[in-house]
């Protein structure tokens, strides 16, 4: 069905919480992303994953880590969350032809830590 | 490292207005360029992309050029819809690698 599905859509968190940020795709697709968003500053990326276990830092990957033990399932965590990662994270994947191919977006994680 | 550049932060027009997105990359190599759009609540959608020189993409009525003289990939439509209403990030994707860098978007808003 070519989907790329996060859970949960909105998240309340206060600060020092630890975070889980899940998303699944169905399209056997091998390259991962997480990217955030804030105004002003559009899409940040956050990490990369090439392939199970195999993941590589982003711009902006401080306060932040990832899983992916199957293809079709990528985690977010955030180890004592602070409130300058309020957000909307964005999970995304595509083929694994290098960056000329499209990204497939999730609908979003809207995040606040209070 | 690779950047985007949209210098318009807010665009509002009128329905059969023209509209014209700038979009300016700097990277090494030759990059793939890309448009997405976002509608509220959504994630970002693909909408085209070329990958040479003087290549144009398009897609609903959208279009734009890559241009490696002026390092630009300018997003034009001649006659912009309500519905076209929506935050357009024009997008790198680094040559020989996988990390696409997104600009800061662009909020049209079209008036019916």
């Known amino acids: 069905d070519m989907k790329v599905t996060q859970m949960p859509r909105y998240l309340i968190k206060r600060m020092g919480e630890n975070v889980l940020l899940e998303c699944g795709q169905d399209m056997s697709h091998e390259t991962m992303y997480w990217y955030r968003q804030d105004p002003g500053l559009g899409l940040q990326l956050i990490y990369i994953s090439y392939d199970v276990d195999s993941n590589s830092e982003g711009d902006i990957p401080k306060g932040y880590r990832v899983s992916r033990k199957k293809r079709e399932h990528f985690s977010l965590i955030l180890d004592s969350a602070k409130t300058n990662q309020t957000s909307v994270y964005f999970c995304?994947?595509?083929?694994?032809?290098?960056?000329?191919?499209?990204?497939?977006f999730g609908h979003g994680t809207k995040l606040s830590v209070l | 490292g690779d950047s985007v550049t949209q210098t318009e932060g807010q665009v509002a027009l009128s329905e059969e207005d023209f509209l014209t997105i700038h979009c300016n990359y700097s990277a090494s190599g030759y990059p793939a360029l890309f448009w997405y759009v976002q509608y509220p609540g959504e994630g970002p959608q693909f909408l085209f992309r070329a990958s040479r020189d003087k290549e144009k993409g398009s897609s609903r009525g959208f279009e734009a050029t890559y241009d490696k003289g002026t390092t630009s990939f300018h997003l034009r439509k001649a006659s912009v819809q309500e519905s076209d209403s929506a935050v357009y990030y024009c997008a790198l994707g680094e040559d020989m690698g996988y990390k696409l860098t997104f600009g800061t978007g662009t909020s049209l808003l079209v008036d019916p």
């Open positions: 995304a994947s595509s083929l694994p032809m290098g960056s000329n191919e499209r990204l497939f």
